[in-house]
T-cell receptor, first 113, second 112 residues
Framework: GAVVSQHPSWVICKSGTSVKIECRSLDFQATTMFWYRQFPKKSLMLMATSNEGSKATYEQGVEKDKFLINHASLTLSTLTVTSAHPEDSSFYIC?????????FGPGTRLTVT | DAKTTQPPSMDCAEGRAANLPCNHS???????VYWYRQIHSQGPQYIIHGLKNNETNEMASLIITEDRKSSTLILPHATLRDTAVYYC?????????????FGQGTTLQVKP
């Protein structure tokens, strides 16, 4: 149990376009979901926390207008990278929390050309 | 959330126990100790968590000192597939302040 999926697993897009990444908790309902990004050989960096039905809380330094988060239901959260630029190329990972345990998706590799 | 300190890297022989230490001297009474691992290019995998008592599951054991200032994750019989970066995190685990903030972790290399 406790499976989190992400879609797509990898995406290549042109600079200036927007990309949407989906995160789903498959076998449990998650009141809280989180979005992280990870650069090569670096640790995970928390971007934002989202609760179902309310606005996401962004970490300091993360542009809320660039990284749009929608937490539509207890099993689905989406991250939209708007007007993507090459510096947004990264590994994006979501996680979902149930009780005191947090489970992570497999990640989405975004490459902006 | 309390800061944790881990050695940057460790080696372990295949089949032997891997003991990964973590210092969290500023941990507060309501913060749990979480362990995750990340195998290259995958999302982190939950291993175990605990508050005060030692914990064991099918993957590992977690030993927390009585003063809760440090802990050790034990993989009883390490295999090559246990090669990964291991993260020790102190967190309340719930609510908006219960976020998991990742440090640099320990890179465990299991050798044949």
């Amino acid at each position: 149990g406790a499976v989190v999926s992400q879609h797509p697993s990898w995406v290549i897009c042109k600079s200036g376009t927007s990309v949407k990444i989906e995160c789903r908790s498959l076998d449990f309902q998650a009141t809280t979901m989180f979005w992280y990004r990870q650069f090569p050989k670096k640790s995970l960096m928390l971007m934002a926390t989202s609760n179902e039905g309310s606005k996401a809380t962004y970490e300091q330094g993360v542009e809320k207008d660039k990284f749009l988060i929608n937490h539509a239901s207890l099993t689905l959260s989406t991250l939209t990278v708007t007007s993507a630029h090459p510096e947004d190329s990264s590994f994006y990972i979501c996680s979902a929390r149930v009780y005191y345990e947090q489970y992570f998706g497999p990640g989405t590799r975004l490459t902006v050309t | 959330d309390a800061k944790t300190t881990q050695p940057p890297s460790m080696d372990c022989a295949e089949g032997r126990a891997a003991n990964l230490p973590c210092n969290h001297s500023t941990i507060s009474g309501n913060e749990y100790v979480y362990w995750y691992r990340q195998i290259h290019s995958q999302g982190p995998q939950y291993i175990i968590h605990g508050l005060k008592n030692n914990e064991t599951n099918e993957m590992a054991s977690l030993i927390i000192t009585e003063d809760r200032k440090s802990s050790t994750l034990i993989l009883p019989h390490a295999t090559l597939r246990d090669t990964a970066v291991y993260y020790c995190i102190a967190s309340k685990g719930s609510g908006n302040t219960g976020k998991l903030i990742f440090g640099q972790g320990t890179t465990l290399q299991v050798k044949p």
